[in-house]
């Protein structure tokens, strides 16, 4: 009974954290329906339009850079509310807001909370999860981020065509924000999910880990008791105090051996799982499926697909990280994403399209959501110490927005100068060297503790 309790304890307090993740996925999904009403009503040039697309990343980026010295500093908790906070701010202000640069400001805040969330989330799940189910517990983050992005595509397809549909005229605040100026309304939903982020964070205790690193140990025993169980919260707390006894870190710390080896072991590993082209087949698709013969003019709906897809096949990851393993998923995957790449670029280069192109597409985004995408959440919360694991865990999420920008940047210029066959044998190329790189430096993790991987790396240095 006792047991049960104990894993009902974690499982609500993942999925609480795991909101992160899904205001994550929705916030950054939700903008492809908005971009062309946008752009049509407020009469934007291409300058203004890009900088429309991209101010969050801006935000994102700022995000990272204070959320993780700052978790170290005051807490996971409450640097999760500040996320909350920013989402709930950001959709409010960005659907009532009329003026352009409003809507900037408030774009660059909700990619401020997405920042934060992307890095705080995850590191508060893999602290707070038992070792032999860490790695199925910190994959629920990537499964909410997928989730979010569903339900974005879900609703935004709901209400454009709910307005489409609507013939009746009113004068109300619901009629402008839902009908009129429907993608207003599309950002409004996320008030939703942000109050409830907001609200059951109330319950959702602080990090063990953080809590002993700042000496209390009594509070990070009650915590344990309610994860673990009162035995084996002891014997973890006991190996908690014997890790955590060195001074707080910051990046001149990461800079020196062995943690420099470890980020770059994680900030490569997390590149390389962004330039597999993942953003280009996500963000793009629609272009791609046109020119295969698939798709004909409804993007949202095509979405939709993609992002069940990636939601479904994400399960996989779960199910199966902490028994067979982070490593022999994450060479199999990277594997076989590179495969399916490589046949997507040769049915371009042998102009065969329709559903065979479509497979090929679909095959990578399986591979993907079970290796390269959970598993640099996964690793990066698990190889770094408790005193640092905020701030090493930001520089590791700042690189994956970096590569986003980077991959968003020049596909278009890929595509066009290039030709798509070349862009998506680029891709499969980067899979492969994600496969080679993570052959050769990375080590497996799976059922044991965040110390044990601590003193583990301490002795292999």
């Known amino acids: 009974m006792a047991q049960e309790k104990t894993k009902h304890f974690v499982a609500l307090i993942t999925l609480i954290a795991a909101l992160g993740g899904f205001l994550f996925g929705f916030d950054m999904a939700v903008v492809s329906g908005i971009i062309e009403p946008v752009k049509v009503q407020y009469g934007l040039t291409a300058a203004q339009e890009g900088l429309f697309v991209s101010c969050a990343l801006l935000g994102c980026i700022g995000g ?49 909370g997405v920042g934060v969330a992307s890095n705080v989330s995850p590191l508060y799940i893999s602290e707070i999860a038992p070792a032999n189910k860490r790695g199925g517990l910190v994959t629920f983050y990537q499964l909410a981020i997928t989730i979010g992005i569903l339900t974005a595509y879900l609703s935004n397809l709901f209400l454009q065509r709910n307005a489409i549909n609507y013939t009746g005229s009113s004068s109300s605040l619901l009629h402008w924000l839902f009908i009129e100026n429907v993608w207003r309304g599309m950002f409004l939903v996320g008030v939703i999910p942000a109050l409830a982020f907001a609200l059951l964070l109330l319950i959702v205790p602080e990090s063990p880990r953080w809590l002993v690193q700042h000496g209390k140990a009594a509070a990070a025993l009650a915590v344990l008791t309610k ?66 013969g698939i798709v004909a003019n409804d993007a949202l709906f095509y979405q939709v697909i993609l992002g069940a897809a990636n939601m479904l096949f994400t399960f996989i990851a779960i199910l199966k990280v902490d028994s067979w393993g982070r490593r022999p998923l994450y060479l199999y995957g990277s594997m076989l994403a590179a495969i399916a790449l490589a046949l997507t670029g040769f049915c371009f280069w042998l102009n065969i399209t329709g559903w065979l192109m479509l497979g090929c597409i679909i095959l990578f985004l399986l591979f ?79 059922g044991k503790s965040l110390e044990e991987i601590e003193k583990s790396v301490a002795v292999n240095q």
């Open 368 to 446: 993907f959501a079970f290796s390269l995408g959970p598993l640099k959440f996964v690793i990066s919360t698990e190889i770094f110490p408790t005193h640092i694991r905020g701030t090493a865990l930001s520089v590791c999420i700042m690189t994956m927005w970096v590569s986003d920008w980077v991959v968003n940047l020049l596909f278009p210029v890929m595509r066009d100068e290039l030709g798509i066959t070349v862009s998506f044998f680029i891709f499969a190329f980067f899979c492969l060297l994600s496969f080679i790189y993570a052959k050769m430096n990375l080590f497996e993790t799976k």
């Open 64 to 112: 990272v850079a204070f959320s993780g010295y700052l978790s170290d500093t005051i807490g996971r908790r409450k640097v999760l509310f500040i996320a909350a906070f920013l989402f709930l701010i950001s959709a409010l202000g960005f659907a009532l807001s009329k003026e352009y640069g409003a809507l900037i400001f408030f774009r660059v805040l909700a990619g401020v």
């Open 227 to 292: 994860i673990s169980g009162h035995q084996d919260a002891v014997v973890e707390l006991n190996t908690i105090k014997e890790m955590s006894s060195q001074k707080k870190g910051g990046f001149s710390e990461l800079m020196r051996l062995p943690l420099r080896k470890l980020l770059v072991l994680a900030m490569t590993l997390t590149a390389l799982s962004q330039f597999s082209g993942i953003n280009g087949v996500i963000f793009y698709g629609p272009t791609i499926m046109k020119s295969a």
